[in-house]
């Protein structure tokens, strides 16, 4: 079985990339699901239904998110029914802690995980939350987006849990690291990178981002504009010998 997983998809004109690229992305590498990362999607933060609705028809079989999950709140009235993996290690009923997908015979199941170095928010223990998530889950093929800043805690997960799992991809940082591997059998980069306009600081507009550092004045960001987009990600080939490629292209959007 072959996917490809995007990483942080920034920006709903990224979508537009997507419609315009994903066919063909998936004819050449002979993709059979296509898992990406939505927690950027809807001006930077959040995803609204819409723009849920928009990755849906465009076949994307599963959906992770991480720490702006709820900063559209539109999603707690949708969340619960769609194929969306929120972070496990969040105190909340809302979602799905284990998204399970059905491809032909196989079971598939998605988890999504906050890491707490540098996140400044009070979230379960993620090593004791997978434990305890190892007891219930039942499927073929076990994935995790660990969504954290610490290239450290990612790597500490990934030797936790190799063996047990099929892939640890991290996300967050919005850069793709070059540290693809398979150890026991897990499938491991410490970043995914991220899906959006490629003139930006990781996807937001680079003006916006350099005022804030040279000023302190933390204005809401807005999301880059242009028209060459990076895609980011992985090409994950599941079987007795599971192996790991990284995805990294530029796109011109063509507008409308
Ligand atoms: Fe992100
Ligand atoms: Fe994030």
New binding site residues.
Partial sequence: MRILYLG?IVGEKTIEVLRQNLDAIKAENKINLVLVNA?NVTQGKGLSEKHYKQLKQLGIAGMSM???TFSKSEIKNYINDATIARPANLGTSYGKDILYIQYNDKRIAVVNMLGRVYTYTPLDDPFKTMDKLLDRIDADYILVDF?GDATSEKKAFFFSFAGKVDAILGS?THTQTADEQVFDNTCFITDMGMCGVFDSILGDDKDMVIQRFKTGMFEPLKCATGNEYMLNGVILDFGLKNTITRFNKKYILNEK
Wanted: aromatic fraction near 0%.
């Fill in positions: 942080d927690e991480g720490n702006h969504h967050h």
